[in-house]
């Protein structure tokens, strides 16, 4: 897996587009050189317009994220690795536990359902880091932490049972929304059919007492907010079974990582515009297990066939931090306690995001 510092100029939709510089191949297993570009604010974040390096080469492989697993389960004494199951193709699938008491409340992390939208998990893998350093010391005294990252490991890695001819990414791989099967996960909460979702709520959803979950996606690269395009969107249950105290309970979560997020300078969010479908793990979860459940939606895709939906990889340092920072305030605010007293109003006024006009 060699990668030498080639520049490809690539013929796409009849423009000329100054595609990749890859990085060298060092590089690519350590996520910091993505986090040295966090200055880019998000208002003027770069978009991708046909002329912005989008490379899946920067991105941890499926291989390279088990061996980054493994590598911090040696090294952290509070961490458990598990497999709970095995993808379309085969690939094990991964649940990172940090359980001190099983009767603190317990919050999981799930990245990358939807295989192109893999920055949620490059900012889960630098968190676990995190998690093994002192700058979390006592954090999981009070919360216990789950974490599965890349749940759609095959559609991650492009090892689909369908063609990615269109797709817009340079870099040695493709990534795709869709299982191998071409079934999006977060469709499939109901009936569970594929080995992913049925990884899942067998080994996870149905064997650990969890009070919290923030489901990490990635959504178009035009949304904005107050006429500013936003860093990512959130949204709680919208289904009309949820029970009023997960709801009420879901919002705290979603106030936390606003305050978080929101008031950074280079953070801001909109109100995601969901519907009620329980099939969606936000709402299917929240009903079927009593979860406390919270979507966000970062900035941009890391591939796809549809230009507007993709974003340069220019803004990649401030939407790993994004969700570092989401991880990051709402375990500390478990653990404290401070969420049950979360103010929740501002849902009220925070605007659903629109689509920029195109240009
Ligand atoms: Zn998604």
């Not at 520049?7 to 297993?29: D, E, H, P, T």
């Not at 986090?35 to 880019?40: C, G, I």
């Not at 379309?88 to 359902?113: A, S």
Request: glycine fraction near 10%.
């Amino acid at each position: 897996m060699k990668k030498n510092n080639l520049v490809r100029m690539n013929q796409a939709s009849g423009k000329k587009k100054l595609l990749s510089i890859a990085l060298a191949g060092a590089m690519v297993f350590s996520v910091s050189p993505l986090l040295t570009q966090v200055t880019e604010a998000v208002g003027n974040g770069p978009g991708y317009g046909g002329n912005e390096t989008i490379n899946t080469s920067i991105l941890h492989t499926y291989d390279e994220m088990v061996s980054y697993l493994k590598t911090q389960d040696a090294k952290q004494q509070g961490m458990e690795l598990e497999v709970i199951g095995q993808s379309v193709k085969g690939r094990d699938l991964y649940l990172v536990k940090y359980i001190k008491n099983p009767e603190n409340p317990t919050i999981l992390f799930l990245t990358q359902q939807h295989g192109n939208e893999q920055l949620t998990t490059e900012g889960a893998l630098e968190f676990i880091k995190h998690l093994g350093t002192g700058k979390m010391k006592g954090v999981t005294d009070g919360v216990n932490i789950l974490i599965v990252p890349m749940l759609n490991a095959d559609g991650a890695m492009g090892d689909v049972n369908f063609s990615l001819e269109d797709y817009i990414a340079s870099g040695d791989r493709h990534l795709t929304r869709y299982n191998a099967n071409e079934i999006d996960l977060n469709r499939d909460h109901v009936t569970k059919i594929q080995p992913e979702t049925k990884a899942l709520h067998e080994n996870v959803m149905q064997k650990y007492d969890i009070d919290y979950m923030i489901d990490l996606h990635h959504q178009g690269a035009q949304s904005e907010r107050d006429g500013k395009l936003v860093s990512g969107s959130i949204l709680y249950p919208t289904t009309e079974n949820v029970d009023p105290d997960v709801l009420l309970k879901s919002k705290q979560l979603g106030a936390v990582v606003f305050d978080a997020v929101d008031s950074t300078g280079w953070g801001h969010i909109g109100k995601y515009n969901g519907g009620s479908a329980e099939t969606i793990s936000r709402n299917g979860i929240a009903v079927e297990y009593g979860i406390s459940t919270l979507l966000f939606e970062m900035r941009g895709m890391s591939d796809h066939e549809y230009e507007p939906y993709v974003l340069g990889q220019k803004s990649n340092g401030y939407l790993i931090k994004q969700t570092i920072t989401t991880l990051d305030a709402t375990v500390r605010a478990i653990s404290d306690g401070s969420i049950e007293n979360k103010d929740i109003s501002f849902w009220d006024t925070l605007a659903t995001q629109t689509t920029r006009p195109s240009e």
